[in-house]
């Protein structure tokens, strides 16, 4: 971190779960000594209650939920918590006070045939996130990689069930009224359309490696 401090990268702390990594606290107190120019923490939000005074302290810029659905069960469903999932509730909380704290909330949801998988869901979900009192989401395709080579099954199999492709979300969205356009970006990898709908901020994101 002292050697790359010097050309001001941003930051992302993620995982595998971030939360529930012993390291966590140490590389909150590192983030802490170095000040970067943006730091991003993407949790699911487990235990996210004990953590966000070091988060605060840390001088964490955005903190991302990834919740896949707006229903507690659904997200029990896709996600299959092994520990714990913290609720919806206690996630309006952390955000009520995140947010006071001026660290940025976001939510992150994977389009999917057994999640979000319409326009319509999607104004579902942001319409729920709203009342937590977060608004910014991100809704990304689930993404694309080398799926003949490899050699995880279950990946394979899960995501070619369950892809759907934003491109075809995105005829939809540009006939609706209810959102507004305001930016694109072309990537490497990836490619991004952004809206206003409503008072959320929404990113919809594909990505292919």
Not at 3 to 26: D, H, M, W
Not at 145 to 162: A, H, L, P, R, V
């Amino acid at each position: 971190l002292e050697k790359i401090r010097p050309y001001n990268p941003s930051v992302s702390v993620t995982g595998g779960e971030p939360l529930i990594s012993p390291a966590f606290s140490g590389v909150m107190k590192l983030l802490k000594k170095y000040k970067f120019r943006k730091t991003v923490i993407t949790t699911n939000g487990t235990d996210i209650l004990e953590h966000m005074d070091e988060i605060i302290d840390a001088g964490i810029s955005h903190v991302n939920f990834s919740r896949p659905h707006y229903d507690e069960k659904i997200v029990q469903h896709i996600m299959r918590f092994r520990e714990s999932m913290t609720s919806f509730e206690e996630l309006k909380t952390a955000i009520t006070y995140l947010e006071k704290n001026h660290v940025r909330t976001r939510f992150n949801c994977i389009i999917g045939r057994d999640g979000i998988d319409s326009v319509e869901e999607m104004k579902r979900y942001m319409d729920y996130v709203s009342t937590l009192g977060c608004k910014h989401v991100v809704f990304r395709e689930m993404m694309s990689f080398n799926e003949e080579t490899s050699q995880n099954i279950e990946k394979k199999e899960y995501s070619s069930g369950n892809r759907i492709l934003m491109n075809s979300l995105w005829k939809s969205i540009d006939q609706d009224v209810e959102f507004q356009p305001f930016n694109s970006v072309r990537g490497h990898y990836y490619y991004i359309e952004m809206y206003n709908y409503k008072n959320i901020s929404m990113v919809s994101e594909r990505a292919n490696l």
